[in-house]
């Protein structure tokens, strides 16, 4: 009826949807502004100086969370504003974190794909001082010692996995699942030493041998297969068995034919990932397993170079030509970057393509 | 029509089942892999102590590793630098991951929040040898303005005393690099717990009138704490164990100090065990594992405290 009713009362006192990103992009140009300005300051004074860009968009995001709270104070009250903080810190928080994976992903692959080449994947180091060479015998190792480990870890960790789900009571599965839980928190290198004098005690003191490694990644490796099965074993409907029994299905059998089907995408997916996060290891290996320069077929005898152990040994034991060296660790990495990404996209399609069809 | 069961008929009396081979056979392999598991941490924590107690008790003077030093001498500074890196990057680690948890579960689009969590995976997959090469290379010279900035503006807390080192691999870097490991695991728990809150507390909040802030606040933390716990005590046993990124990026001298920037810094048990097992002989192997033992021992204390903690909120927490 009056002028004044013009107004909406439902967007009166707060700020319209765009203020926050005016406020920001404010907030970035004044900061930019400034460091622009104090870097010519510094400049005259001598030799010129560089542009702060880190800083530059630290402080615009800082000017952006002050004067967003401030604003929002003054026209929406204490409660909103307070909100409004929250928001920007939690998607700060979710920036900053994606920072250092941006980062490395993009330094290992410049600086890797120098060396990344067909003689890496073919050549081995024996006799190479400097340029040249590869990780064939690494990329050996590597395949020998996880087949290993994944051949002694997956039958124990289901078995175990069918154990607690299907038959466990009482006692004796309630320390087992504490203490699965409990191996789960091993650390690496103390599954190592343990390999190291397993090995030490039955065939003579430093005996380091690829097998050895396979036993230390077993440990680590062991825990995560029962969690991953287990958990899929107990998705399972209980009608399923129920309607097994009731055909007259031997127990075993029901197992066999009926829970282990229904479930297997998900143990699968859990196995391969439980192969991606031991692959990448070092320190087990480094101390069981050894470090050599040799092409090594054999994992029952002398040292066996594996990736990982490549990427750190080419890292500290820089020879005469260091840039080859690190090009080669670099490219090292890569390739198991390279190696557990295509890991976690396999997992991720053998769940995709064979989980049961009426499941989950 | 129906009666009640008269004395007339016999209570009902199991049926014998028939034990079949296969049965026994099978139900038999799984109780060996179960018990095998038990047998083999035995054994980890038994060849440890066999081939650690020759280095405890090892003589000072005829071990070179020691540098006449005794066994708990040596180990001390050790203890220290594990215990201080990981504080550390739990320091770092934990706020951001709540933060992160909660822009996934409560802040994004639902559609983005899947590809987030997907991407928060993977820096959980990057091994640790990368991490390392990364520290090493990239954040190490990247952060040296950053402390000679710390200690000429903040010199006078203890933390930034400096002097700031030259090369930028102060332990601080490497409570970077492990905050940034720990971080996806730490994430991983805490959005899990986030996204199981009742919506039903979540609405009535909403309902009353509280902003989002408030809601999380009043319904979702309260709800998730044991979960935010166990997820840092889980980070902390990692971040305690974490080896080779540590050995990589820190250049370490041994010395007990809280000084977080300077070249002079505590070395970890785990990087102390890779940098020094390679090149050890005779008793020094011992005393190395022995250290290891101690390492196992903390992170043993760590992990079951975890796990207590959850399991005596388990009713109401859902984090399991």
Redesign the interface.
Known sequence: MTAVAEVNVYSAGQLSRRSSWFILLGGLVVSFVAFLLLMLAESTSGEPAEFNIVGAVLVGVLLYGVVLYVTSRLVEGR??A??RL??T??????V???L??I??VF??VV?GSARFDWAFLTETMRNVLGQGGGAAHALVGTLIVTLAATLISV??????S???V???RGR??Q??T??????????????G??A???F??LFG??TRMGFAGAIALS?LM??VV?RSSEEMLRLVPNELREAAYALGV????A??KVVLPTSIAGIMTGITLAI??V?????PL??AA??THNMNWNAFSDFMQTL?VF??NS??AQGTDAQAY?DR??AG?LT??LI??LL?VIARLIARYFAPKNGR | MTTTAGPAVKAPTKPISKQRVGDRVFSGSTLAAGSLILAVLAAVAAFLLIQGMPGIVADPETTSILRGQSFWEYVWPLVFGTLWAATIALVMAIPLAIGIALFISHYAPRALATVLGYIIDLLAAVPSVVFGLWGANVLAPASRTAYAWLEQHLGWIPLFAGPASGTGRSILTAGIVLAVMVLPIITAICREVFLQTPVLHEEAALALGATRWEMIRMSVLPFARAGIVSGAMLGLGRALGETMAVAMVLSASGVVTFNLISSNNPSTIAANIALSFPEAYGINVNVLIATGLILFAITLVVNSLARYIVNRRKEFSGAN
């Open positions: 409660r909103p307070m909100n929250v928001t810190l939690v998607t700060l928080a979710f900053i974190a994606l250092p994976l980062s490395l330094t290992v600086n039958p124990i960790g289901l078995l175990t069918i154990y607690l299907e038959y466990g004796l599965a320390a087992i504490f203490f699965v839980d409990v191996m789960t928190g091993i650390p690496s290198i103390v599954a030493l343990f190291f004098s397993l030490a005690m003191p430093g440990v062991i825990p029962v031997p127990k075993w059998l197992i066999l991606a996060r692959i990448g290891e070092t320190a480094l101390v050894g470090f990982p990427v750190y890292y500290v690190l660790a670099w990495a198991l970057i557990v990404m976690n």
